[in-house]
């Protein structure tokens, strides 16, 4: 199989490591870097991948490679600058950084491309699970999604958190966001992926509630939602490892990008 990936960092070069694991037959690897970083790419890629590799800065290239399958594994910015293009060139897409899908506008877009490009645009679960049972009971109604995000509280520095708290003298937990996914994901972008990951499969952007929490007493970031439908009620509560070489990536992040390059792959799909 032939992968493009948009991004070679953390959650790429993981995927590889994990589909050489599982024995996926990757035959053959496209990579869009933005241009400073060509050299560190194809240097990584030499360690990872025996396979026939090249590295592209623009979107066109890419598309003119024609991979089976892209992966952007790289932030918001990549979505807005190359998801549009890759899906209007009819190759499916799958979005890592699904925050991006909170700005309305880039949504509508990426759909709209989708649409002409007769291809798909596939979210994985991501940091979160149980995205199987979300999506499929919101044909039986929903009435309620409720997500907790409570992590350490130094892994919220770098965001607003910090200008409400002070993170490195918290003796107790401290809820410091209760809103609607939609502010979620616009006031802390780089923590916005799971609250947009539930919003998509579940009751949208204003409908899904969620609350933001540092905790001095967790060392992993917990993920926790609740759902209220017709068919059924459930809990699912995950308490993710932080990725070694990025604790703001849970590293489970990366095994369900894998779950959906091997479900292409394999006899059966699961
Ligand atoms: N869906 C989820 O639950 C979930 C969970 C964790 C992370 N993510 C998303 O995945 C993204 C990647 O995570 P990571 O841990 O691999 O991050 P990382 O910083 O380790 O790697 C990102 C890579 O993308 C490259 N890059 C940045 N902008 C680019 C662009 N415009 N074009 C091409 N390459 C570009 C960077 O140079 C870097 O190599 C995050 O930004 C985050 O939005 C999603």
Same mark, same amino acid.
């Given at each position: 199989m032939h992968l493009g990936l948009i991004g070679y960092g953390n959650i790429a070069r993981t995927l590889i490591r994990v589909l050489a694991t599982e024995g996926a037959p990757l035959t053959r690897l496209s990579v869009l870097s933005l241009p400073d970083f060509v050299a560190a790419t194809k240097a990584a890629l030499a360690q990872d991948f025996e396979g026939e590799a090249q590295v592209v800065t623009d979107s066109a290239a890419l598309i003119a490679a024609r991979p089976r399958l892209v992966v952007e594994c790289a932030g918001h910015a990549a979505v807005q600058a190359h998801a549009t293009a890759v899906l209007r060139a009819?190759?499916?897409?799958?979005?890592?950084?699904?925050?991006?899908?909170?700005?309305?506008?880039?949504?509508?877009?990426?759909?709209?491309?989708?649409?002409?490009?007769?291809?798909?645009?596939?979210? @994985?679960?991501? =940091?979160?699970? %149980?995205?199987?049972?979300? $999506?499929? +009971?919101?044909?039986?109604? *929903? !009435?309620?999604?409720?997500?907790?995000?409570?992590? @350490?509280?130094? =892994?919220?520095? %770098?965001?607003?958190?910090? $200008?409400? +708290?002070?993170?490195?003298? *918290? !003796?107790?937990?401290?809820?410091?966001?209760?809103?609607n996914a939609r502010d979620a994901a616009l006031q802390y972008p780089r923590n916005a992926n799971v609250a947009a990951t539930l919003a998509l499969a579940g009751l949208g952007f204003e409908g899904t509630q969620v609350r933001m929490i540092a905790d001095p007493s967790v060392t992993k970031n917990i993920h926790e939602y609740s759902v209220v439908a017709n068919a059924a009620n459930f809990t699912i509560r995950i308490e993710g490892n932080p990725s070694p070489d990025n604790p703001k990536t849970s590293v489970t992040t990366v095994y369900s990008v894998a779950r959906e390059i091997l479900n292409r792959m394999r006899e059966v799909a699961i």
């Amino acid at each position: 199989m032939h992968l493009g990936l948009i991004g070679y960092g953390n959650i790429a070069r993981t995927l590889i490591r994990v589909l050489a694991t599982e024995g996926a037959p990757l035959t053959r690897l496209s990579v869009l870097s933005l241009p400073d970083f060509v050299a560190a790419t194809k240097a990584a890629l030499a360690q990872d991948f025996e396979g026939e590799a090249q590295v592209v800065t623009d979107s066109a290239a890419l598309i003119a490679a024609r991979p089976r399958l892209v992966v952007e594994c790289a932030g918001h910015a990549a979505v807005q600058a190359h998801a549009t293009a890759v899906l209007r060139a009819g190759i499916e897409t799958v979005i890592v950084s699904i925050g991006a899908l909170a700005d309305a506008a880039l949504h509508a877009q990426v759909l709209e491309a989708a649409r002409a490009g007769r291809t798909r645009i596939i979210l @994985p679960a991501g =940091a979160v699970g %149980g995205i199987d049972i979300l $999506s499929a +009971l919101r044909a039986s109604g *929903l !009435s309620s999604v409720t997500y907790t995000s409570r992590k @350490p509280p130094l =892994a919220w520095q %770098g965001t607003q958190a910090e $200008s409400l +708290l002070d993170l490195a003298a *918290l !003796s107790g937990e401290a809820v410091f966001f209760t809103g609607n996914a939609r502010d979620a994901a616009l006031q802390y972008p780089r923590n916005a992926n799971v609250a947009a990951t539930l919003a998509l499969a579940g009751l949208g952007f204003e409908g899904t509630q969620v609350r933001m929490i540092a905790d001095p007493s967790v060392t992993k970031n917990i993920h926790e939602y609740s759902v209220v439908a017709n068919a059924a009620n459930f809990t699912i509560r995950i308490e993710g490892n932080p990725s070694p070489d990025n604790p703001k990536t849970s590293v489970t992040t990366v095994y369900s990008v894998a779950r959906e390059i091997l479900n292409r792959m394999r006899e059966v799909a699961i």
